[in-house]
């Protein structure tokens, strides 16, 4: 991707996935999403969202920021169509698998200057309008660059627009919880090996061993918490001989 798009790539911004359409062992095309943009006033007028709703809900869109096909021009016919076609059926339940929630809405910028949309189009991505013509520069959209983008937006579940925009949390952006069952003899095998890392932390603030910290992590990552409140959230939930033998 960072030899061949014309922006070239070297990470995402926040949450991200990257994928690869292949067939028969060849790669055919390269995609990459990321957490949806800070702000953008033709998204925001579409979704007619108040501040409240969007800065809480941003996580519940993906941007795609980079895609390439890597074959000839005319090479497989619709080729960029079925590709995002696949990804926009699945985005959302990858989502959730990887980053513990799912989402509402995908969105992307195109640059009339290179290309015309036609891929978005025919996907039934809408138009909602054109950029501003500025990038975010340290936190706050200050750098202007006078490149208008035009911007599409696409729905991933019937209804996105008015559960983005409606005051309550839909039930279903919560994460995917799961029990996780674990027998002391696991937890101390997972301490143990823990403990072979090297403890990176100044000693000034330490309050815990850090084999026990990393090994709370662990378990909430598998009961589907993801983040630091959701851990923290899941650590009180905690036996306390759960917590003992882990050695807290």
């Known amino acids: 991707m ?7 790539f070297k990470g995402f911004a926040g949450r991200g996935l990257r994928y690869v359409a292949e067939y028969q062992g060849r790669w055919l095309a390269l995609a990459g999403w ?7 006033r033709p998204r925001d007028k579409w979704l007619g969202w108040k501040k409240r ?18 074959t000839e021009r005319g090479e497989v016919h619709n080729l960029g169509s079925c590709v995002m076609a696949k990804m ?6 990858d ?4 980053w513990g929630h799912p989402l509402e809405l995908a969105e992307t910028f195109v640059d009339p200057r290179h290309f015309a949309g036609t891929i978005y189009r025919a996907g039934n991505w809408r138009a909602v309008g054109q950029s501003q013509g500025y990038a975010r520069s340290n936190g706050r959209y200050t750098a202007r660059h006078n490149i208008k983008k035009e911007r599409y937006v696409y729905p991933l579940r019937p209804q996105a627009c008015s559960r983005l925009r409606k005051r309550q949390d839909d ?6 919880v799961q029990r996780v069952e674990t027998s002391p003899k696991q937890l101390k095998s997972l301490v143990q090996l823990l403990a072979e890392m090297a403890d990176f ?24 918490k993801v983040g630091p409140l959701a851990t923290s959230r899941y ?3 905690m036996t306390q001989n759960q917590l003992q033998t882990l050695g807290a």
């Open 88 to 93: 926009l059926r699945r985005l959302s339940a």
């Open 171 to 176: 039930p279903s952006w919560g994460p995917q």
């Open 201 to 224: 932390r100044r000693a000034q603030g330490r309050k815990h061993r850090l084999e026990m910290v990393l090994a709370i992590c662990i378990l909430a990552r598998l009961a589907g």
């Open 235 to 237: 650590a009180q939930k």
């Open 95 to 98: 989502w959730q698998r990887t």
């Open 53 to 70: 709703e969007q800065f809480r809900r941003l996580h519940l869109i993906a941007n795609n920021t980079r895609f390439l096909l890597l």
């Open 2 to 8: 960072d030899q061949n798009h014309r922006l070239g």
């Open 34 to 40: 990321q957490s949806g943009v800070f702000k953008c």
